[in-house]
């Protein structure tokens, strides 16, 4: 059974960084892409970054490109978010997501709570 344990959220001050965590575990994921989403209340889940774990290509919204920056550990099983420069609009819980290249199954954790103060 996939599981995805996210770690790493809390409270910062703005201009401040954190580093979220997501524990893979329950199959292999070669063919997999691995990304974080976000909600902030009162709004649509939304895309953050995400990494291919055999190629390591990465992708980022945007908006978030240059303060972001998505990693994976292969001997940990463990894909990273660095988040730098974090702004209040940055609040939300961080959702870590696990989708098949070869299925389109998508598995999610349970999500880590990140707020940043201005």
């Known amino acids: 059974q996939v599981q995805l344990v996210e770690s790493g959220g809390g409270l910062v001050q703005a201009g401040g960084s954190l580093r979220l965590s997501c524990a893979a575990s329950?199959?292999?994921?070669?063919?997999?892409?691995m990304g974080w989403f976000r909600q902030a209340p009162g709004k649509e889940r939304e895309f953050v970054a995400a990494?291919?774990?055999?190629?390591?290509?990465?992708l980022y919204a945007s908006s978030l490109k240059g303060r972001f920056t998505i990693s994976r550990d292969n001997t940990e099983n463990t894909v990273y978010l660095q988040m730098n420069s974090l702004k209040p609009e940055d609040t939300a819980v961080y959702y870590c997501?696990?989708?098949?290249?070869?299925?389109?199954?998508?598995?999610w954790g349970q999500g880590t709570q990140v707020t940043v103060s201005s």
């Open positions: 997501n696990a989708n098949s290249k070869l299925t389109g199954m998508t598995y």
């Open positions: 990494i291919s774990w055999s190629t390591n290509n990465t």
């Open positions: 329950g199959r292999t994921f070669t063919n997999y892409y």
